[in-house]
């Protein structure tokens, strides 16, 4: 199994570097991700939920760029439309979702069916959990 790996942020892909070092890592935006490739599987797992609710619609081309037919789309989102701050280590982070219907709507529009919608997910630290495939 091969990984790539993206994130924006150098110290995580450094760290991704040092434990796992036969992977691919890059530092990069997921909005204007570009990597002339396609994967069995993509995961966007508490980062998506990070971006404004107008970039969250616009990542949805940028999972059928990069998806394979059938490949897996795994992502995690707020239970409901709306947005939030929280904070991590004493600083404000931004939340945001769009309502499961909306998410639904856009993975239709961009290729794929839902196979998993767990809101609020006590297995996965009440997340809210989407699976979902590309056709």
């Known amino acids: ?8 942020t150098p110290a ?14 890059l530092t990069g935006d997921m909005r204007t991700l570009s990597l002339n490739a396609r994967f069995d599987a993509l ?12 970039d969250q619609r616009g990542m949805f081309a940028v999972f059928q760029q990069h998806a394979k037919p ?19 280590l004493g600083d404000p982070l931004y939340h945001a ?10 993975l239709n529009a961009h290729g794929f069916e839902v196979l998993a919608f767990r809101p609020n997910d006590a297995a996965s630290g009440g997340r809210t959990v989407w699976l979902a495939r590309a056709r």
């Open 12 to 25: 995580l892909i450094a760290l991704c570097h040092e434990r796992l070092p036969r992977h691919r890592w």
């Open 70 to 88: 059938g490949a897996r789309l795994l992502f995690n989102s707020g239970p409901e439309n709306g947005e939030a701050v929280g904070e991590f």
């Open 97 to 106: 979702s769009l309502s499961p219907q909306e998410y639904t709507s856009l």
């Open 43 to 54: 995961i966007a797992w508490d980062s998506f939920f990070h971006l404004t609710r107008d």
């Open 1 to 8: 199994m091969n990984i790539t790996g993206v994130d924006i």
